[in-house]
């Protein structure tokens, strides 16, 4: 363990109650793995932490046992850019309120999305930039078209963003999740994604797929080469982020002591070279900048989802 974390508080003592942490999506994808290898770093400072992996209703379902938990800082659980400010303004009924039922640890991670076209699409319609892309847009209203992984999620509010930022018509085709949206544009049958780039980038190593931009304000330390769309439309950003969360309520100092086990954590260098595989950057953070950062997201959401006219009852 590194010496960072020997610092922290001392180690639970012993027989102490574990501590639940809810994930609210299926096992093995990134925010699972990440949580995992937290957990694990955790353990000498926190005790035993254990995942509970509750996926279902977008996120919603694991979220709402945070939110509805025992304040006592023995379940805390993953928030995310869906459950956090997409699926407020997404879903007409909302089990849990974000912004007042929960009390925030730290920001974990977040990975850029990038804005990918099949390779050989590309090639056959000469799109070699975001620019080249935008103008085969507006000289071919409604004949660019992009998958994404169902309505309102990260990657459709991107494209719709990108149609009003970009003053375009690229038509939305939704699938059940982001694999199948992966496996159209490999296959061809739609123009252009926006995905996560944990999950694009051995395509986009493979040659299979291209990327024209990332949804990070600033390039990516992963993809240096690849500019942001906000070079080309100011202000674009659409990242994938999480971070963990505690019921509202959980006493402050036992919100520090989460705090401080979590971003020790985030800091070592394994964890880096660890999350750096998975194209994920830490970003820890103190829990008054997590709630506010939250904050900003949701209230950005608002908007994004809103143009979208996406809807989920």
Known sequence: ?????????????????????????????????????????????????????????????????????????LTIGISAVATHAINPWLFSKMPYDADRDFAAITQMLRVPNVLVMNTETAA?????????????????PGRLNYGSGGNGSAGHLAGELLNREAGITSVHVPFNGGNPAQLALLSGQVDFNFDNLATAAPNIRAGKLKALAVTTLQRSPYLPEVPPVADTLRGFAID???????????????????????????????TRTRFGQLFAEPVPTSPEEFAAFMRAELAKYERVVKASGAKVD
């Open 1 to 73: 363990m590194g010496e960072a974390l020997a610092q922290g508080t001392p180690p639970a003592a012993a027989g102490a109650r574990p501590i639940r942490l809810i994930v609210p999506y299926a096992a093995g994808g990134p925010i699972d793995v990440t949580a995992r290898l937290l957990a694990e770093k955790v353990k000498d400072t926190l005790g035993t932490v254990i995942i509970d992996n509750k996926p279902g209703a977008g996120g919603n379902l694991g979220a709402d046992l945070v939110a509805k938990a025992a304040p006592d800082g």
């Open 240 to 270: 994938t982020w999480w971070g963990l969360v505690a019921p509202a309520g959980t006493p402050r100092d036992t919100v520090q002591r989460l705090n401080q086990a979590f971003t020790a954590a985030l800091q070592s260098a394994d």
């Open 124 to 140: 056959r319609l000469k799109i070699n930039t975001l620019a080249d892309l935008i103008a085969y847009g507006k000289a071919n």
